[in-house]
């Protein structure tokens, strides 16, 4: 899959993944589905848990496959058992789902400010796109600083491993995908600085190692 696709929702069940992948086909979004599963399962059991199925889209598209869902979603409304587990949520409840739509099916967002509605609590769609920026901003935060494998890397790379290496090009370039289908660095400016410091040591000192074994036997 070329490198302008980027994972919009994951899945265990690869029908559940193939059946959101056909539904996107068929209304003119165009997308892929990607199995990145555990090859081998340790524990001989074919344990779903360890399956994950990737529906990817162009960012661009992120936007359209939110209101498709939203649509499909909008004709379940009526016909949803009245066991659903979240009518039992608490207002304070529904309202976090709301807050953090991303987090959450399109059929349970929807029925979610229904039942704030039938409750009394309207959440208009000037509130809806407050809710988004915010959670937007929220999530393009950099992670905490990974200091553990920071210190990890400089000492592997005095040594030249190539995991050294591995690890300077992770922290320098890893990059995690937000609702919105925006690309951002998972790490602080600092810390990629340091994955900079560290790709570098680590090559020159494989580099060297490599010199050294070379000379040696020659």
Known sequence: MT???VTFQRFNDKAAAMALAETFKENG???????????FDVSFANNEINKDFRIKLKPVDFERADTL???LAEKDLADIDPGYYIFDFSSEELKEIIEKQDEWSSLDFL??????KERGVEVNVSQIQTFKEKRLEALAEPEKSPQLLIIAGYILAVVGGL????IGA?????KKTLPNGERVFNYAPADRAHGERILIIGIL??????????LKYT
Do not use: P, W
């Open 111 to 116: 029925l979610a400010k229904k039942i704030l």
């Open 205 to 214: 000192a494989l580099i060297l190692s490599a010199a050294y074994q070379f």
């Open 170 to 174: 992770y922290l320098r370039t890893h």
């Open 29 to 39: 979004i165009e997308c892929g589905l990607e199995d990145v599963s555990e090859n």
């Open 69 to 71: 869902l939203l649509q």
């Open 3 to 5: 490198t302008d696709f």
């Open 163 to 166: 995991l050294a290496i591995m």
